[in-house]
C-alpha cells in the first residue's frame, strides 16, 4: 500500500486498516493485549514495523491521516502517537494530543516531548493534565516532567509530584516512580534531600516503588542503592 500521500481519505484508511489486519500475529496477540492491558482490539504487531510504517506515512501529508481519527485498533494509537511526536508547534500538538485514543501505558509511554524554548508551556501542560480524570492522561502529564530532570532547580517539579500524593492509580504512581528513579540519576543531591525529608510527600507505594526501581537500575551506584535501602517505609 502506498502510505505516502497528500490527502487521505476515508477510503484510504479502510483500505490501511486491511493492511494492517494483513500484518497481524495471531500467535502474540493475548501476549501483548495482557503486557499493554488495553481494551483495544490488537493486532501484535511489532514495534519496529509500526515505526517504518508511520515513517512512511510521515513522508507525506500526516496531519491529514490524524484529522480522520483512525482509532480502530491498539496499534492505530501507537501509529498516531508516533505522529504526534513530529508536530512542533505546542497548541497544535495539544489539539491532537485532546484526540489520542489512550487506555493503556504504552501508547503514553511512546510519545515524546520538545519542551527546548517551551519550558512554562510545557510545565503549564502537564499540570494540567495531572488533573484529568482519565489516569493515562495524568500519566502523560507525569512523562511530560521526565524532561526536566536536570533542572539546576526541582523545587516546583517536586511540588507538582507532591501534588499527586493521593493519587490511587497504579499507571500514575509507577510513572510517578520512574521518574524519581531518574531524577536520583541525573539530579541525586536534590533527589536525596527530598526523599529524606519532611518535604517529600510521595505515598508509600510509590514511595518504596521508587527506591526499588533505583536499585533494579545500573545507573545509580551501589553506595546509594544500600543509602535508600534505609529509606524504605515498612
Same mark, same amino acid.
Given at each position: +500500500?502506498?502510505? /505516502?500521500?497528500?490527502? !487521505?481519505?476515508?477510503?484510504? *484508511?479502510? @483500505?490501511?486498516?486491511?493492511?494492517? @489486519?494483513?500484518?497481524?500475529?495471531?500467535?502474540? %496477540?493475548?501476549? #501483548?493485549?495482557?503486557?499493554?492491558? #488495553?481494551? +483495544?482490539?490488537?493486532?501484535?504487531?511489532?514495534?519496529?514495523?509500526?515505526?517504518?510504517? $508511520?515513517?512512511?506515512?510521515?513522508?507525506?501529508?500526516?496531519?491529514?491521516?490524524?484529522?480522520?481519527?483512525?482509532?480502530?485498533?491498539?496499534?492505530?494509537?501507537? *501509529?498516531?502517537?508516533?505522529?504526534?511526536?513530529?508536530?512542533?508547534? %505546542?497548541?497544535?500538538?495539544?489539539?491532537?494530543?485532546?484526540?489520542?485514543?489512550?487506555?493503556? !501505558?504504552?501508547? =503514553?509511554?511512546?510519545?515524546?516531548?520538545?519542551?527546548?524554548?517551551?519550558?512554562?508551556?510545557?510545565?503549564?501542560?502537564?499540570?494540567?493534565?495531572?488533573?484529568?480524570?482519565?489516569?493515562? =492522561?495524568?500519566?502523560?502529564? /507525569?512523562? *511530560?516532567?521526565?524532561?526536566? $530532570?536536570?533542572?539546576?532547580?526541582?523545587? @516546583?517539579?517536586?511540588?507538582?509530584?507532591?501534588?499527586?500524593?493521593?493519587?490511587?492509580?497504579?499507571?500514575?504512581?509507577?510513572? =510517578?516512580? !520512574?521518574? +524519581?528513579? @531518574?531524577?536520583? %540519576?541525573?539530579?541525586?543531591?536534590?533527589?536525596?534531600?527530598?526523599?529524606?525529608?519532611?518535604?517529600?510527600?510521595?505515598?508509600?507505594?510509590?514511595?518504596?516503588? #521508587?527506591?526499588?526501581?533505583?536499585?533494579?537500575?545500573?545507573? =545509580?551506584?551501589?553506595?546509594?542503592?544500600?543509602?535508600?535501602?534505609?529509606?524504605?517505609?515498612?
Amino acid at each position: +500500500m502506498d502510505l /505516502v500521500k497528500e490527502k !487521505w481519505f476515508k477510503k484510504d *484508511i479502510l @483500505e490501511f486498516n486491511k493492511y494492517l @489486519e494483513n500484518l497481524r500475529d495471531n500467535n502474540k %496477540i493475548d501476549f #501483548t493485549k495482557r503486557t499493554v492491558n #488495553t481494551k +483495544m482490539e490488537v493486532l501484535a504487531i511489532p514495534i519496529p514495523v509500526i515505526r517504518k510504517i $508511520t515513517s512512511q506515512i510521515a513522508k507525506g501529508n500526516f496531519i491529514d491521516y490524524l484529522d480522520k481519527f483512525n482509532n480502530k485498533y491498539y496499534e492505530n494509537t501507537l *501509529i498516531n502517537a508516533i505522529l504526534i511526536n513530529k508536530i512542533k508547534d %505546542i497548541e497544535t500538538k495539544k489539539y491532537y494530543l485532546s484526540k489520542l485514543l489512550v487506555d493503556n !501505558w504504552s501508547t =503514553v509511554d511512546i510519545l515524546k516531548f520538545d519542551i527546548k524554548g517551551k519550558e512554562q508551556e510545557y510545565l503549564n501542560f502537564a499540570k494540567e493534565y495531572l488533573k484529568d480524570s482519565n489516569q493515562f =492522561v495524568r500519566r502523560i502529564g /507525569v512523562r *511530560i516532567l521526565f524532561n526536566y $530532570t536536570e533542572k539546576k532547580d526541582l523545587t @516546583e517539579i517536586l511540588e507538582i509530584i507532591n501534588s499527586l500524593y493521593e493519587e490511587k492509580e497504579y499507571y500514575v504512581n509507577m510513572a =510517578v516512580a !520512574w521518574l +524519581m528513579c @531518574e531524577i536520583v %540519576i541525573k539530579n541525586r543531591n536534590q533527589a536525596f534531600e527530598y526523599l529524606n525529608s519532611k518535604k517529600c510527600k510521595l505515598n508509600k507505594f510509590t514511595f518504596n516503588k #521508587t527506591i526499588s526501581k533505583c536499585r533494579d537500575s545500573f545507573r =545509580v551506584s551501589e553506595e546509594d542503592k544500600e543509602l535508600l535501602k534505609k529509606y524504605k517505609v515498612e
